[in-house]
């Protein structure tokens, strides 16, 4: 509190502070406007359900529906990286809340770590939607291993994947149009290196060794891993290793965020761009 | 530009307002799309997202095949992901039109006072779509031929019907499209993802990757009123002649008879659309919500 009466954060405080403030909208526009249910849920359930009628086309095992669903779940993280996450900051430049977030006194990484909760809240639930819906639409059985294994690695995924996220956010703000052109590129392929829809390893070791620098490849192989145990040959590399690598992932990209804002906020501001909107 | 000129030029489009309206849009499109990076980063980013589509679906049918081949159902599942291409980029091009026009550029309240023909212009928008899904189609479908060993003989091909059926399919492709563009000049949510609704409910009821047969019965009748679902039937049967899967579902339908549903439906949608633009525009302006920012 000072002379004026109000509450001044410091420190640790006021990072958390920034990033509640930045994630709150996230969390309470995903409870209170429902009217995305329609959209952001059905929409992957048809893909995702086009899959499965091409694997029953060419008489896949049961098991292949499964993987379809739960990757199918999983591209709401995906996308909420590249839309929500990567672009956020661009977007946030364009309509000009970026320079009220740089003159605020609140740090910028905490803004982006607040993206990140709200964002990891909001596609947990439109996941959790997709997988339950269409797992009770296809009638997938899961044959789960370690349940604590499983939650851990889903938390470390979901680190290095929003981590890659805030880096991305930092690359991206100094971009023009050619962010939202980045995002869209970033869609099928990485469906496809990162086997979305089939296991990953299926594009031999090199393919899948390089496509595990997507957090989402390793994580996915590995929840696979632990959700259909019937398949030992499923997976591309060992829980535990997948984990490991995941958890060395989340600590660069996360520092990696931290290190390209400090870059690029300074090359901004010394260009000239950092709330420069071109259309 | 100087071509662009040239044509304007001509008789025939100086004495009618769509014909320039389509021309001019055309061009605008084309410069939107094309001029934010170099041609090779353009044709790169072009080609990269319908290729991994259909390297998605190879990939899902050697995992379970042990080896992408030369079977029908491989060449139904390739042919309809690649002609596919076309839906997605016309159908939610023309709608995208209005989002990047009203929300983006915020330039839609402009466009509007100009005596273009608002029908026409957002038709134009669509054209560049349309040329960038062409090339993208004829590449994926070559690389299936040389790489995949489709079985596709140039010589064999049912050229007539080929172009007949894409022809309709795309008249009615653009009328879908110009009546989402229309529906999302009266939203002021979720219309980002409208075309991509549709075009993913295309996607599954069409039968763009799987035979009708496939889908449980209770949701085959859907896929009959899309005319999507009959002209890749048509242009499949065209490519690949005797070599085409037939599946029970269009086993009824001779050739003849799916291009005279793809004239219907044209005709439908072309006049059905028209109207609709009309009515929708009258309201978006009644509402207030010609030139909305939503920022949503």
Known sequence: MNDTGIYKAKGFQLFWRTAWARAYPRIVGTFRERSWLFFETLLPVLGTAAYVFVYRAINAPPDYTGFVVVGGAMIAFWLNILWNMASQ?????????????????????AIL????IGGLVMSGTRALIIL???TFLFGVTYQTGSLPLLGAVFLVTMAALYGMGMMFASLFLVSGREAWHISNLLQEPVYLVSGFYFPVKAIGFWGAAAASLIPLTLGLDAIRQLLFTGDPTLGFLPVGMELGILAVLAVIFINGARLALARLEEIGRRE???????? | MKTVGRIMDLPLVRQSDGLRTFITASWLGWQIESNWADPLLFAIYSIARPLAGVMILVVMYSVVTGGAGPEPVFAYIYLGNALYILVGQVITGVSWAVISDREHYRTLRQLYTTPMNGYFYLMGRGVSKLIIAGISVLIVVGIGKIFFHLPLNFAAINWPLFFASTALGIISL???????GSMTMMMARHFWSLGDAVAGGLYLFSGAIFPLDVLPAALRPIGFIFPVTYWLEAARRALLGPQAA????????????LVGILIVFGLVLIVFSSFFYRWSLHRAKEKGLIDMETAY
Do not use: H, Q
Not at chain 2, 174 to 180: E, M, Q, S, Y
């Open chain 1, 89 to 109: 900051l661009y977007w946030d430049k364009d309509m000009g809340n970026l320079e009220l977030y740089i003159i605020s006194p609140g740090p910028v990484m």
């Open chain 1, 113 to 116: 770590m607040g993206m990140a």
């Open chain 1, 132 to 134: 339950t819906v269409s």
């Open chain 1, 272 to 279: 000239g761009r950092l709330i420069e909107r071109r259309r």
């Open chain 2, 174 to 180: 653009a009328a879908l499209g110009l009546i989402l």
């Open chain 2, 246 to 257: 037939l599946f029970p579902t269009f086993a009824r339908f001779s050739n003849a008879s």
